[in-house]
């Protein structure tokens, strides 16, 4: 087996993010993708998926180099380790099993070549992974797509994809390797040409700046039920939740030593359009009794903001909210158990 | 005609509180009672309601002395004025009608003797009707009751009917005219010997204590989706959100000069057996898409709260979302306008 000049790669998620991701890097010539899929694997498997996209047209039946219903175990499989293992998954730290213990079939110890990338929101993400894989570089990529699966396998992207590529913090890795993963990703990544796909050092202000939206509008849509267009149509929509929670982030952001643009708290109220009324990934969740992806959109930025002494009174509130509604799902699928009802004692 | 010893008392809403009223009154043999419906007005006017309660056993077809679908308009009818009108609707000020439009016809400028009974909860529910109505007597009634109309006219009454009963302020009426007509509604009410009907002068402190509830348990659990038991099992229901939210009740009724008992918070969290997952009345509106009661369970409080400079940080949010609850009511009512939605460009 010659060695082939495709990168291996393994994208750990196949729904709206992780199959544009897959189709970029498929389509750039320069990797091999295996996608690892849940929910939709049987439909993608026999029929690849359809793919409407603002960047790359109709594709009909595409289809990954592979596509897998587990995360390979590389070692038993004797597959070749991967040089990129890509995280496209909702981090839902609160609710077994972790990332770590998910991806680590495909990233045995032996792999020392291997760098991680995570296309995921929130703060604190690669914390647990630094633990668990305290020798790999770890990429954050902060992606501003446009992407929905409206049915298993039905991918309509309809906002370009503009990825932010740059590597967490981590003082035990030379930063010179951490920087090249960056920068060699960002090439196979872009190589198809139809994608704005950027180096970004600064992975903190790119992070803090989309929790504007995600630790606020997010949760804010999720709590009433009603989509970006509709909160802003909503008496105490704005003024009384979404401005209040945004300033608190900003604040937050602040104390942290991350300089948000003076309009980031306009910018993220109107960056989706009213009339296209868009559900955000926590109301959509919400509507399918999943879990909410709360604890590092909200409750991380909400702890980090507290512990450098900045009131968050509005994002404390709507944390707590999403405590119990991901309590909420957990009865809803029996993994938490509760007294019987009793009847009424008439007296 | 001559008079009947009877009071001529009108009682507005027959639903779960109205119900009782009505047969406490008629039971006591010194009230006739006429009561107002609307959703279950043709099967209590044809049938008779279903009861079942603790206080006064099984009744099956049980009317008051009339029912009507409308509350009457006395002059155009030529009836015998009311001596008291007893409101037990809901206090939905942010929608019209107004109660003090829906009961005028009841109430004619000529009928100086009525008194107004307000068994409704909240903050400041008197203010409108003492403007509507300068000369009546308007007294509160709080209402301890456990009861539910768990289908049009069929009540179930598991907890006993407590009511305190006394004069809200007004300094433009006598205020011994105000005590007398309190005393006097207590002795018809009482007069059947199954309730507990107390004349309570404190008012203020009445409702603040019932308020530490309604502001806060009740919102609580409309926007959580989760009855009082639940509340009590999920993860951040009561020390992130019910104790917080009560005890800045608390606060703001100590700065109007009403102390609540040291326990009260305690008291309300426990105050419905966790075993039997009672959803109180905002939770059981948001599950039926009834607008729900919150200006005067809540923002009143708040609004008050806050002139008196008491942080209110809980209750404002929780404020904030029950009025885009209330909105996306309206919405699904078509009570409100929103653009169209435009499909995606595809760019």
């Known amino acids: 087996m010659t060695d ?42 026999e029929f690849g998926y359809d793919i409407e996209s603002c960047d790359h047209g109709v594709l009909k ?29 909702k981090n839902i730290p609160d609710i077994p099993p972790s990332l770590s213990s998910l991806l680590s079939p495909a990233l045995p110890y032996e792999n020392t070549t291997a760098v991680l990338v995570l296309i995921q929101n929130g703060l604190n993400i690669e914390k647990p992974l630094q633990d668990a894989f305290p020798t790999t570089p770890i990429l954050s990529g902060v992606s501003l797509i446009g992407s929905a699966e409206i049915r298993p396998g039905k991918i309509i992207q ?40 950027t180096y970004s050092p600064d992975v903190e202000h790119d992070r803090w700046r989309k929790l504007v939206y995600n630790a606020c509008l997010n949760p804010i849509c999720a709590i009433t039920g009603l989509d970006t267009g509709r909160i802003r149509l909503a008496d105490g929509g704005i003024e009384g939740l979404v401005r209040p929670a945004m300033e608190e982030i900003v604040a937050a952001a602040k104390q942290k030593g991350v300089l948000l643009a003076p309009d980031v708290v306009d910018v993220m109220i109107g960056i989706d359009p009213l009339e296209i009324y868009l559900s955000p990934s926590m ?48 009865e809803a699928r029996n993994m938490v158990e509760i007294p019987p009802k009793k009847s009424v004692v008439k007296s």
């Not at 289809?63 to 991967?82: C, F, Q, W």
């Not at 932010?164 to 040409?193: C, H, M, T, W």
Request: charged letters at 20%; aromatic letters at 6%; glycine letters at 8%.
């Open 283 to 330: 109301l959509a969740d919400v509507r399918k009794n999943n879990f909410i992806e709360f604890e590092n959109l909200l409750g991380e930025p909400l702890r980090e903001g507290k512990a450098l002494g900045v009131p968050m009174p509005t994002l404390e509130v709507l944390y707590n909210i999403c405590k119990t509604i991901q309590w909420r799902t957990k």
């Open 61 to 89: 039946g595409w289809k990954p180099t592979h596509v897998r219903a587990e995360v390979p175990d590389i070692t038993k499989e004797s597959l070749k380790p991967y040089d990129y293992i890509i995280c496209t998954t």
């Open 158 to 197: 309809d906002d370009h994809d503009r990825l932010l590529v740059g590597p967490f913090q981590n003082r035990s890795l030379a930063s010179v390797l951490q920087i090249e993963a960056s920068l060699d990703f960002v090439k196979i990544y872009k190589a198809g040409g139809k994608t704005n796909c």
């Open 4 to 45: 082939s000049p495709k990168k291996n790669v393994l994208v750990i998620g196949g729904g709206a993010v992780g199959a544009i991701a897959a189709l970029n890097l498929e389509q750039g010539g320069l990797a091999a993708v295996t996608v690892v899929l849940r929910s939709n694997y049987h439909v993608v498997n």
